[in-house]
C-alpha cells in the first residue's frame, strides 16, 4: 500500500462531526503517502438526514473507496459491520487538523504494515 485513503466525518470541514458517522453532513477524503496529508475531495453524504435499517451498508457504500474512517461515533451494530468491511475505525473528537496531526504515526504504521493491529 502507497497511500492511505481516509474519510473524515465532519459538518464544517474544520471540525470532525458531532454524534455518528452516518450523520455528518460530508466525509472529506484526505490522502496520506507516510508523510503529508492531502484533501482530494468533500463528498456529500446522501443519507445525513435519513434512519433506514441497515444504514450503516448504504454509507459504506459512500465510502467503500477509503481505507480509515475518523469520526466521533459509530452506532453499535455499524463498528462490526464496517470492521468486516475492511475498514480501520478512528474515533476521535474536534479540529479535523489537529487530529489528523495526532494520527500521523499511527497512520504511518497503517500504512508500512497493512497486515498489523487495528489502530482503534
Do not use: C, W
Amino acid at each position: 500500500m502507497n497511500i492511505l485513503r481516509i474519510a473524515v466525518a465532519t459538518n464544517d470541514h474544520k471540525t470532525i462531526s458531532r454524534g455518528m458517522l452516518g450523520r455528518a453532513a460530508y466525509f472529506d477524503i484526505y490522502e496520506f503517502d507516510g508523510n503529508e496529508f492531502k484533501l482530494v475531495e468533500r463528498r456529500k453524504n446522501p443519507y445525513e438526514k435519513t434512519l433506514q435499517r441497515g444504514k450503516t451498508y448504504d454509507v459504506y457504500e459512500v465510502i467503500k473507496d477509503v481505507h480509515v474512517t475518523v469520526s466521533q461515533l459509530v452506532g453499535k451494530r455499524g463498528i462490526p459491520r464496517l470492521k468486516q468491511k475492511g475498514l480501520v475505525l478512528i474515533f476521535r473528537k474536534g479540529i479535523i487538523e489537529e487530529i489528523l496531526e495526532e494520527i500521523r504515526s499511527d497512520l504511518r504504521e497503517l500504512l508500512n504494515n497493512p497486515n498489523g493491529a487495528p489502530l482503534d
